[in-house]
């Protein structure tokens, strides 16, 4: 075995070892998602909520494209959506008023936000995106968790997903 293939396969066993713990984490911020929309009164505005945990290839892929070396020290200070949350809503007023209770609630620390619906993306994507950070209290100790919330509309959310679709689908295209 080669150097390329032990790290290949060193970064793999990273990522599987990764992700148990990164899935727990996401349980943990996505049941305080729901219960702040609970309590804000908001749960009725939301047709959909979804959660992802970032796939190996795509986190393999958004480091050598970022330039980071693969360590669990940078996934964990680089990339702020290993943990992805997806709230999906009627309208567009629902958005900016779910996107304010999120960040008013003091649970949440902001770390950045992207109002892709004032500024579309150049694809014709439109989300509004919130990344955050979650302090878990475990006795004595804090465990930060860092996640990237996206609130859309139904429609913005069949127009992202189709042209995942078409994106994904022309880079894997195998061409004969």
């Not at 911020?29 to 009725?44: F, H, M, S, T």
């Not at 950070?133 to 465990?143: A, F, L, N, R, S």
Request: glycine content about 4%.
């Amino acid at each position: 075995m080669d150097k390329e293939e032990f790290n290949t396969i060193s970064i793999y066993n990273m990522y599987e070892n990764m992700y148990y713990i990164v899935n727990i984490a996401r349980n943990i911020v996505l049941n305080e998602i729901k219960d702040a929309l609970k309590n804000g009164g908001k749960v009725d505005k939301i047709t959909k909520v979804e959660s992802r945990i970032k796939s190996y290839e795509s986190l393999i892929e958004k480091m050598e494209h970022k330039g980071y070396e693969l360590t669990w020290d940078n996934v964990v200070k680089k990339i702020n959506d290993l943990i992805g949350i997806r709230i999906v809503c009627s309208n567009l007023n629902d958005i900016y008023d779910l996107s304010n209770l999120i960040k008013n609630d003091g649970r949440f620390r902001i770390i950045k936000e992207k109002d892709y619906i004032r500024n579309p993306k150049k694809s014709g994507y439109t989300s509004y995106h919130i990344i955050f950070q979650y302090d878990y209290k475990v006795g004595e100790v804090t465990i930060p968790i860092k996640a990237e919330l996206q609130i859309r509309t139904e429609e913005m959310d069949k127009w992202a997903n189709f042209t995942h679709d078409l994106i994904y689908k022309r880079r894997t295209q195998v061409v004969g």
